[in-house]
């Protein structure tokens, strides 16, 4: 709490300060980032560690609830970098950002990645990016998925599956729980059949703000098929994160099985879906 006030006063002077606190930790903090922050509209940047699950930290520690109790806040933009690339990116574009308050929310853990990092780019506010494409202006595509934060890896795997089985599945990266990308998703949304969101969080966050715009702009009267992939409305216990992803239903397979029930197709077996 008092982390929190001290940056707000800090920015208040002309600083640019970085409050650096725990996901779970920072819901301590929530009226004054209400009131001292938010209301006025500061340009505090929060960097939001042990976002998502945390493996062996345990129930205290889960980070399941940033995305949704920022997301209803006025001022705010939320980022969330698929990796490590994007999280380099993501602070520099913080970094140049004065117009009110700024989140950046990461897991716990090292980067999942081969790739070498290149030098930090600004990313523009509120803009996703699409990584696979398979639509046409004359013919719908079958899945989009949109994925947020350290999901994508998992999304990319279930898309390279579905189309090795004949479906037409495009992937986003929404990199931004608010501001959306609202242009994006009424792209994805119109040239395909199903979209499926893809977060590592609670009921209420990155989901919630997609369905909320799609219902608003009439996107789901055209056929439009939108299921959500989140965390269940439970407190996520010890463990390890491979046994932490499959209770949340956010692992490939998962993902995979999602995508075939909206299709109206059985879920296949596990063995069957690593054979195919």
Do not use: W
């Not at 509209?41 to 929060?46: A, E, G, Q």
């Not at 980067?111 to 070498?116: P, Q, S």
């Not at 929404?174 to 499926?196: C, N, Q, S, W, Y």
Request: aromatic share 8%.
């Amino acid at each position: 709490q008092h982390a929190v006030t001290f940056a707000a006063g800090l920015a208040t002077e002309g600083y640019k300060p970085y409050a650096a606190i725990y996901s779970t930790f920072l819901q301590r903090a929530y009226d004054q980032i209400v009131h001292d922050v938010a209301i006025q509209n500061l340009p505090v940047k929060f960097a939001i560690d042990r976002a998502g699950y945390v493996g062996a930290d345990g129930a205290t520690h889960q980070g399941s609830f940033d995305m949704a109790f920022l997301s209803c806040l006025p001022n705010f933009v939320i980022m969330a970098p698929s990796n490590e690339q994007e999280l380099i990116n993501m602070i520099k574009t913080s970094v140049s950002y004065n117009d009110g308050p700024l989140a950046i929310r990461y897991p716990r853990g090292e980067a999942n990645t081969t790739e070498r990092t290149t030098e930090a780019k600004t990313i523009k506010i509120g803009k996703g990016k699409i990584l696979l494409k398979n639509y046409s202006n004359s013919k719908k595509g079958d899945i989009a998925f949109l994925s947020i934060g350290t999901r994508l890896d998992d999304t990319l795997g279930a898309s390279k599956k579905l189309v090795s089985a004949g479906y037409a599945v495009s992937v986003a990266d929404a990199r931004f729980a608010k501001p959306i990308d609202t242009e994006l998703i009424t792209k994805l949304a119109a040239t395909h059949e199903i979209m499926i969101t893809v977060e590592e969080g609670s009921i209420g966050g990155f989901s919630a703000q997609v369905m909320s715009f799609l219902t608003k702009e009439g996107l789901l009267d055209n056929n439009l098929k939108f299921r959500p992939l989140f965390f269940p409305d439970t407190f996520i216990p010890h463990g390890k994160p491979d046994i932490q992803n499959d209770i949340c239903g956010i692992t490939t397979n998962q993902i995979i099985d999602c995508a075939l029930k909206v299709l109206g197709i059985p879920n296949q077996s596990k063995e069957s879906r690593e054979t195919a």
